[in-house]
């Protein structure tokens, strides 16, 4: 009976495995096995062992995607979720007009991130929107080439995929906000408890497991971002805006370098899955210690 059971068990899951394995695991292997030959795209490939690696090693060009990439995430993570959680407390506070800026919040969303990074393209113009919003306001003197300065570009960048998916960060803490337990605020209240002590002591413990989902969400976002970059900068100016996606692009599809531009995708794929892994473990072991 227990074998026939398991039997049973096994032929449901073996179509899933398939599927998993033929669109998942193959390409995965496949594209890995690539890395270490001279392929060109071409059916024809010969196996170099590590030299692609080793080149990726001695490209200055990659160690600064690395580092941009890396920068843009914590800039993207940190600020993101920050956002959100101002904004979720606020909306926690605010029942009457909770339901009706959520939904302003959550708008950006709704447009595709090349439609976003057009928009945004007009506003960080030097004669855009944010200059001429500077000038309105009186505050001519900060106006800025935003897209144009290699001091500025990345951050700008960044600032479109914030506003973009902050309002998700927000969704995510304001539900774990409603799902606290009322008795609790009204005993931490009545201990007098008000704040920021309360957010410190009561709120902030009760919201690590939003914590956790938003930060693993939004950093493996981040790190994977490709459309803002390639649509507001190409990679500039002089590079500054350079991620590990777009240089996995342009040797893919633009540079004739097919086995460099594989390998390129594997190192984000071990950047992705080592940072979000690690954090997501602090993140669950800080879950338990709450």
């Not at 931490?188 to 957010?199: H, K, M, P």
């Not at 777009?246 to 040797?251: A, G, P």
Request: proline residues 5%; glycine residues 8%; positive net charge.
């Amino acid at each position: 009976m227990f074998h026939r059971r398991r039997a049973t068990m096994a032929a449901f899951l073996l179509p899933a495995i398939a599927v998993y394995a033929l669109f998942i695991l193959y390409p995965l292997f496949k594209g890995v096995y690539l890395s270490f030959t001279d392929s060109v795209g071409g059916p024809i490939s010969h196996f170099v062992g590590t030299d692609q690696y080793k080149a990726m090693a001695d490209d200055p060009q990659v160690s600064a995607a690395l580092w941009h990439t890396v920068l843009y995430a914590v800039v993207v993570v940190v600020v993101q979720n920050g956002l959100g959680l101002l904004f979720a407390s606020m909306l926690f506070r605010r029942p009457r007009v909770r339901k009706a800026l959520n939904v302003v919040l959550l708008t950006p969303t709704l447009i595709s991130p090349l439609m976003a990074a057009f928009i945004w393209s007009y506003l960080f113009a030097p004669n855009g929107g944010l200059n001429a919003l500077l000038d309105g306001v009186g505050l001519g003197a900060l106006k800025h080439v935003w897209l144009g300065d290699p001091s500025t570009a990345l951050y700008s960048v960044a600032t479109v995929n914030i506003w973009m998916f902050t309002g998700y960060s927000c969704a995510i803490f304001l539900a774990s906000y409603l799902s606290m337990p009322t008795e609790l605020l009204e005993a931490a209240a009545l201990d007098g408890a008000s704040g920021w002590r309360r957010f410190r002591s009561v709120e902030w413990p009760l919201l690590a497991p939003a914590l956790t989902v938003n930060v693993t969400l939004s950093l493996i976002g981040s790190l994977k971002v490709f459309e803002f970059p390639l649509v507001l900068t190409n990679g500039g100016p002089a590079g500054a805006t350079d991620t590990l996606t777009l240089l996995v692009y342009r040797n893919i599809f633009g540079g004739g370098k097919f086995a460099y531009g594989v390998a390129l995708a594997v190192l984000l794929l071990v950047t992705v899955v080592v940072l979000s892994s690690a954090t997501n473990s602090l993140l669950r072991l800080r879950e338990r210690r709450v």
